[in-house]
């Protein structure tokens, strides 16, 4: 073999592009392709990204080490209510302090290789299931794809630029002294109400959930209310 330094430097790299290496487990020299290296940083999280944790969805009871379950194969990723994690992801870093800081904001889980399988979410709890297990419980925001088993998903924390100050708008077209007002923000937000007039309306606000809340009036009116 001619010496390293005499071969040409190919700064186009590709795919199917390969170099020689030995494999660990039986010390055999064998190639390895730019694709199959890449393939293994992103699955194994060896390229550190802020705020984002990699797990592999399988068709179990309860989830090994960097795995999640609960989703059915097939099933809609916006349509996702629970779903139990290993204490670890992929890397094999410990992620309950971090999953623990993140309860009440948003989060993306998006399918590797095919962003278009995606779901935005809100976390509602997570709480410890085992030792190893913890229940991650979601209110979905917007999704789009399905949920496919021994594919990995990248779980990353993720606030859209016009989620800065959400804000929901309830429109109550006929006078009433009760507004049931369901919404999709995932918490118990600021509220303030105005008549047909824009006047300002004080009333009792009654939270029933973090999807739903009960306005109650002295007297009946039309209006609109502003969530945020």
């Known amino acids: 073999m001619a010496r390293i330094g005499s071969y040409v430097f190919d700064t186009n790299v590709t795919d199917n592009d390969a170099w020689i290496g030995t494999e660990a487990s039986n010390r055999q020299t064998k190639q390895f392709t730019a694709a199959a290296v890449a393939k293994y940083l992103n699955i ?3 390229i550190s990204i802020s705020a984002q944790m990699i797990f592999k969805l399988v068709d179990l009871t309860t989830p090994n080490a960097g795995d999640f379950v609960g989703p059915a194969d097939g099933s809609a990723i916006s349509s996702a209510t629970t779903m139990d994690l290993s204490i670890t992801d992929v890397s094999g870093a410990n992620t ?12 993306l889980i998006s399918e ?17 299931k085992t030792p190893s297990v913890y229940t991650l419980t979601l209110t979905s925001l917007t999704g789009n794809g399905s949920f496919d088993v021994d594919k990995f998903y990248d779980f990353a924390v993720f606030t859209l630029s ?42 009792e606000y009654n939270y029933t959930s973090n999807t739903n809340v009960i306005l109650t009036f002295s007297a009946g009116f039309a209006g609109k209310a502003y969530l945020n």
């Open 162 to 203: 016009s989620q800065g100050a959400p804000t929901f708008v309830f429109t109550q077209g006929v006078p009433a002294t009760t507004w049931n007002i369901t919404h999709n923000l995932g918490k118990f937000p600021s509220i303030t109400v105005i008549d047909t007039g824009n006047t300002v309306v004080v009333g």
């Open 112 to 128: 590797q290789n095919d962003i278009n399988n995606f779901g935005h979410f809100t976390i509602d709890s997570y709480t410890q």
């Open 96 to 107: 309950v302090a971090f999953l623990t800081y993140l309860v009440g904001n948003n989060i």
């Open 44 to 46: 194994k999280g060896k």
